[in-house]
């Protein structure tokens, strides 16, 4: 990685996932369709519900800080993203926004009683540095809340026009926009440097299924990420359009990358923001 690096050439992944591109916010949306259920029954069993106040970091099109609001009936929702055209395109009442980079040193709302972030850290560096700062938001008793993927199974399932394509993708991505994670199986560990209690983690590895929002989500995320793919040599324009097409075929089966979960909370004795 030479120059001034894949890191700094596009953060949150903008340089491939382009908030502007057409069919960005269904992308997104696919994935919510198979991840936000698990999401809120975490965030229910840990408390949230009417009384707290919470931030929502990468929000996306808002699937996760509308539920919060409707669901779990919770007093409002500050949710945050480099680009809000999608929050803004669906607003709600007790629903805030705010377009900002968490990794400034500017960035200091709070205190919250939920911090929550998905599919975020493992696009950046440093990730450490950002569960502390995130931490950090929190008001005593707050629940921060940090969800990335995994892979359990890519590397060591069978060769398929599947797991090609999955392996150039997680290659591709590392190299141009820094997408990396093989670190995300560490994060209880971060969040306990954090100085955050009962830390504990869970993973769901949604299954493969021809023609489902996973499938239907990887489809869309190879497509955007096809010159980062190819560019690895791992797989050609052929083998991209092959992968696509099993899909959607009765020989997809097998296990989809899945989300880590992690989770901690911040003592009730511990000095807040602002004196809280």
């Known amino acids: 990685m030479a120059g001034t690096g894949p890191r700094n050439e596009g953060r949150y992944g903008e340089r491939v996932f382009r908030p502007e591109e057409r069919g960005e916010d269904e992308r ?13 029954d975490r965030l229910r069993q840990l408390g949230v519900g009417p009384g707290w106040s919470c931030l929502e970091v990468g929000a996306g099109t808002g699937t996760v800080a509308r539920r919060l609001l409707d669901e779990a009936g919770v007093d409002g929702v500050l949710a945050v993203d480099r680009d809000v055209r999608f929050l803004a395109a669906h607003p709600v009442p007790g629903l805030s926004t705010l377009q900002a980079d968490i990794t400034s040193e500017d960035f200091s709302p709070g205190p919250f009683r939920l911090v929550h972030a998905r599919f975020v850290l493992m ?29 359990l199974t890519t590397d060591s399932a069978p060769s398929t026009p599947y797991t090609r394509a999955m392996r150039a993708m997680w290659q591709g ?36 299924l021809p023609g489902s929002p996973i499938s239907r989500f990887w489809a869309d995320t190879w497509d955007r990420a096809r010159a980062a793919m190819t560019a690895t040599g791992l797989i050609d324009d052929a083998g991209l359009d092959e992968a696509v097409r099993y899909l959607d075929s009765p020989e997809c089966t097998g296990l ?14 511990s000095p807040g923001r602002d004196g809280v």
Do not use: C
Request: aromatic share 2%.
């Open 28 to 40: 997104i949306d696919l994935g919510a369709l198979v991840y936000d259920e698990t999401t809120m």
């Open 123 to 151: 696009h950046l560096p440093s990730a450490g540095q950002l569960v502390s700062r995130l931490a950090g938001l929190l008001a005593p008793g707050g629940v921060l809340v940090i969800s990335d993927a995994v892979d």
């Open 173 to 208: 991505l590392r190299d141009t926009i820094g997408t990396d994670v093989s670190q995300v199986p560490r994060r209880p560990e971060l969040l306990r440097a954090a100085g955050l209690e009962s830390v504990a983690a869970e993973i769901h590895v949604p299954p493969l």
């Open 256 to 269: 989809s990358p899945g989300m880590l979960t992690t989770w901690g909370r911040k003592g009730e004795a």
